[in-house]
């Protein structure tokens, strides 16, 4: 039971990863804005607004389609975490960045 | 941009401002157009009655002027790719010595963008509107006919104006009962 709600507040949550969050916002700011403009275009070409409603409309479709849910582009630089193991001794704990050993003052 | 929530937020809060940024964009595109409508008016038949105006109730009685007129009318001009309808009506503008300007709607019209045609021809059409004046007399004084239009677009400000050609030779209100014709 509980596994199931787990995988039901993942997919509600749809966390992605840091690098996820600023592909995601890119594309936002590139959809929106191309099909505004776009949509502008078509509609004075054609002297017909209702084409801006209609490719606006669609272009919106589409930002929303392709940033809401967590696809799995947004997830592939997950964040990796420190093993527990990682702690040697009691109160002091070796943590490696970069391949190279860091000491911690405790 | 981590969750769900957040990105659908972030999507919503930035449509918000490409739609702002678009709609004033189209609005702007509207002053690209000349507005320039051109208007004949003839007044065919001017006529003025006495009526109770207070309903059954009232003796009251105030002069009505029952006008008959004549209109070659093209707005073409008028529509362009943010026009929605445009409001068209005839006004009679006269003076006076205690109300001293004076203007009255005797007839108007809707034309939707999606009207046949954007011209009208209209032969001893009568006005819409039977209107009397403030006082309650005409007395005899002298009136003209005008064409005013105003754009209402899907986008943006409305737009007013009057074809200036469309201002008719001034006509006297004549006495009650007797017709002139002009």
Known sequence: MEAIQDQFQAIVDGFIDFKGQKLAEQITTYTLSVSAILAFLIGFATQNIVYTLYVGLAGTGLTFLAVVPPWPVYNQAPVKFLSASGNKSAGGGVIIVDGQEVKVKT | MHSSLVRLQQVFGFLTTVSFALGTLIALTSYLYPMTPTASIKVRDIA???????GYYSTRQNEYAKIKFDLNA???SL???NTKQIYVWI?????????PTNEMIIWDKIIDKT???????L??????????DITGAYANRNATLKLSWNVQPHVG???????SDSV????MWPSEKARAAV
């Open chain 2, 48 to 54: 003025v009655v006495k009526r109770r105006s207070g």
């Open chain 2, 74 to 76: 093209d707005f073409d």
């Open chain 2, 79 to 81: 529509y362009n790719w």
């Open chain 2, 91 to 99: 006004s009679t503008s006269y003076g006076g010595d205690r109300y």
């Open chain 2, 115 to 121: 009207a046949l045609s954007k011209k009208i021809t």
């Open chain 2, 123 to 132: 032969k001893n059409e009568p006005a819409k509107y039977n209107v009397h």
């Open chain 2, 157 to 163: 400000v409305l737009m007013w104006g009057s074809a």
């Open chain 2, 168 to 171: 008719t030779e001034s006509f």
